[in-house]
C-alpha cells in the first residue's frame, strides 16, 4: 500500500497534502515513505515538510492550558487550618506579634517537635512567614489578608443564633487589635460614629469598602491622623471588618492602621504585651467621647 501512494505522490509537490496520511500510517512506515521519496522529491523539502508534521501533533504538556485550580488551592489551605494546634497557633497570632516555634507549641500545647511540623504545613500554605534574627526564627502572620480570613472564620464558627450572646472573654471583647487594627465593642462604635458624621461614605458597588469624604479629611487631619501618606498606601484605604467577638463592622483597613497607631500615640489605649486586648485609659475615654461621641464606661 506504501508503493500505491508513492505511486499517486508526484515529484513536484512540497508533501503538505501528504501529511494527513504520514499521521495515519505508523512510524515505521514513515520511515520507509521518506526513503522511497527521497530520490524524487529532495531531502531539503522532506525536511520542510517533517517540520510541519511534527506540528500537528498534540502535545499535552506543551498545547494545553487548563488554568489555576482555585477550588483545589482553597481545599489545601482549609486542611491546613483544619486542626486545632494549628488554629491555635494562628489565632494567636492575630494580634501582629512575631512568635518563636517554643512560644507557639505551648500555646497549642503540643510538644516543640511537632510544632514545628504544624508550623511547616502553614508555611507550606503561605499563612504564617519566618523572620530570621540572630539564632532565632520568629513567626507571624502572612499578611492582613490571612487576619481578616481568621477571623471571618470565627464569625463563622459561631453560628446563627436568635440572640446574639457574646462569649468572647471580657478583656478581649471591650478593645483588642484585629492585626494591625482595633477591634472590639469600641472599635465597632468608633466605626458607627464615623460613618453617622459623614467621615466615611459606602462605596455604591462595594458596600464594606469606604471612601474619604471632604468632612473626613478635615476631621481626621484635626485628630492628627497623616490623611494623605494614609490615602498613598498601596492597600485598600478602609473597608468594613467583620468583628469577632461584636458580628459587627469595625474600620480595617490603612485607616485603621492609622486610627490604632495613633491611639497608642497618644496613649489613649495601651497594648498588653502578651495578648490582643487593648486597655483604654482615662485620657482615652475622655478624648474619644470629646471627638468621637463614644461613651466608655
Given at each position: 500500500m506504501?508503493?500505491?501512494?508513492?505511486?499517486?505522490?508526484?515529484p513536484?509537490?512540497?508533501l503538505?497534502d501528504?501529511?494527513?496520511?504520514?499521521?495515519?500510517?505508523?512510524?515505521?512506515?514513515?520511515?520507509?515513505?521518506?526513503?522511497?521519496?527521497?530520490?524524487?522529491?529532495?531531502?531539503?523539502?522532506?525536511?520542510?515538510?517533517?517540520?510541519?508534521?511534527?506540528?500537528?501533533?498534540?502535545?499535552?504538556?506543551?498545547?494545553?492550558?487548563?488554568?489555576?485550580?482555585?477550588?483545589?488551592?482553597?481545599?489545601?489551605?482549609?486542611?491546613?487550618?483544619?486542626?486545632?494546634?494549628?488554629?491555635?497557633?494562628?489565632?494567636?497570632?492575630?494580634?501582629?506579634?512575631?512568635?518563636?516555634?517554643?512560644?507557639?507549641?505551648?500555646?497549642?500545647?503540643?510538644?516543640?517537635?511537632?510544632?514545628?511540623?504544624?508550623?511547616?504545613?502553614?508555611?507550606?500554605?503561605?499563612?504564617?512567614?519566618?523572620?530570621?534574627?540572630?539564632?532565632?526564627?520568629?513567626?507571624?502572620?502572612?499578611?492582613?489578608?490571612?487576619?481578616?480570613?481568621?477571623?471571618?472564620?470565627?464569625?463563622?464558627?459561631?453560628?446563627?443564633?436568635?440572640?446574639?450572646?457574646?462569649?468572647?472573654?471580657?478583656?478581649?471583647?471591650?478593645?483588642?487589635?484585629?492585626?494591625?487594627?482595633?477591634?472590639?465593642?469600641?472599635?465597632?462604635?468608633?466605626?458607627?460614629?464615623?460613618?453617622?458624621?459623614?467621615?466615611?461614605?459606602?462605596?455604591?458597588?462595594?458596600?464594606?469598602?469606604?471612601?474619604?469624604?471632604?468632612?473626613?479629611?478635615r476631621?481626621?487631619?484635626?485628630?492628627?491622623?497623616?490623611?494623605?501618606?494614609?490615602?498613598?498606601?498601596?492597600?485598600?484605604?478602609?473597608?468594613?471588618?467583620?468583628?469577632?467577638?461584636?458580628?459587627?463592622?469595625?474600620?480595617?483597613g490603612?485607616?485603621?492602621?492609622?486610627?490604632?497607631?495613633?491611639?497608642?500615640?497618644?496613649?489613649?489605649?495601651?497594648?498588653?504585651?502578651?495578648?490582643?486586648?487593648l486597655?483604654?485609659?482615662?485620657?482615652?475615654?475622655?478624648?474619644?467621647y470629646?471627638?468621637?461621641?463614644?461613651?466608655?464606661?
Open positions: 506504501v508503493l500505491l501512494v508513492l505511486v499517486l505522490v508526484e513536484s509537490c512540497r503538505r501528504s501529511v494527513a496520511v504520514m499521521a495515519a500510517i505508523s512510524e515505521s512506515a514513515s520511515r520507509r515513505f521518506i526513503l522511497a521519496v527521497a530520490n524524487s522529491v529532495g531531502s531539503s523539502c522532506i525536511a520542510r515538510s517533517m517540520h510541519k508534521a511534527r506540528h500537528r501533533h498534540f502535545v499535552y504538556n506543551q498545547t494545553m492550558d487548563v488554568g489555576p485550580h482555585h477550588d483545589l488551592s482553597v481545599s489545601r489551605i482549609a486542611a491546613a487550618i483544619a486542626e486545632p494546634a494549628r488554629v491555635r497557633m494562628l489565632y494567636c497570632l492575630m494580634d501582629g506579634h512575631a512568635r518563636t516555634s517554643t512560644e507557639l507549641a505551648a500555646v497549642a500545647e503540643v510538644s516543640p517537635s511537632t510544632a514545628s511540623v504544624h508550623l511547616a504545613r502553614l508555611k507550606q500554605r503561605q499563612l504564617v512567614k519566618v523572620l530570621a534574627q540572630g539564632k532565632y526564627r520568629y513567626y507571624r502572620l502572612a499578611g492582613r489578608s490571612v487576619a481578616t480570613a481568621l477571623e471571618a472564620l470565627q464569625v463563622a464558627a459561631g453560628g446563627s443564633r436568635s440572640k446574639f450572646v457574646p462569649t468572647t472573654p471580657p478583656h478581649l471583647r471591650g478593645a483588642r487589635t484585629c492585626y494591625d487594627h482595633m477591634a472590639g465593642a469600641v472599635a465597632v462604635a468608633l466605626h458607627d460614629r464615623i460613618l453617622q458624621r459623614g467621615w466615611l461614605k459606602a462605596r455604591v458597588r462595594d458596600q464594606r469598602a469606604y471612601d474619604l469624604t471632604a468632612a473626613g479629611t476631621a481626621l487631619g484635626d485628630l492628627g491622623v497623616q490623611v494623605e501618606e494614609t490615602l498613598a498606601l498601596r492597600r485598600r484605604f478602609a473597608f468594613a471588618c467583620l468583628d469577632w467577638s461584636e458580628r459587627r463592622p469595625h474600620v480595617g490603612a485607616l485603621g492602621a492609622a486610627l490604632l497607631t495613633l491611639a497608642l500615640k497618644k496613649k489613649w489605649v495601651g497594648q498588653d504585651l502578651d495578648s490582643r486586648a486597655s483604654v485609659t482615662r485620657s482615652g475615654k475622655q478624648q474619644m470629646d471627638r468621637f461621641g463614644v461613651s466608655i464606661r
